[in-house]
């Protein structure tokens, strides 16, 4: 999937210790959209698996009613392009600049191999 600049301008980036801080907070989840193998390999503890593949926005909604979903991945691609699928026009949509290896170079842990 190709993303215009100005798709991506409508997805707030936001960095691992800021997307951890709202999650602690309980205001919103992380949801890995990552494949079921990646994930398998390492992932961030409460990480809400919805695969790119199988994505299903309506799924994360009912799931998580009431709190921001931050879309992470491997680097920040396909998080953006789950961002964007998830989104309704004007509504703010998130996701982990730089994705999980972000989160692991700022220090903060993941399950799985480091």
Known sequence: ??????????VTNLSPHDAAAMVQRGEAVLVDVREADEIDRERIDGADAAPLSSFDPSSIRARHAGV???????VGQRSIA???????EGEDLYHLAGG??????????VVGRR
């Open 68 to 74: 921001i979903p931050i879309f992470q991945c491997r």
């Open 82 to 88: 789950a961002a964007l699928a998830y989104g309704h």
């Open 100 to 109: 999980i290896e972000a989160w692991k170079h700022a220090g903060l842990t």
């Open 1 to 10: 999937m190709i993303i215009s600049r100005g798709d991506a301008a409508r």
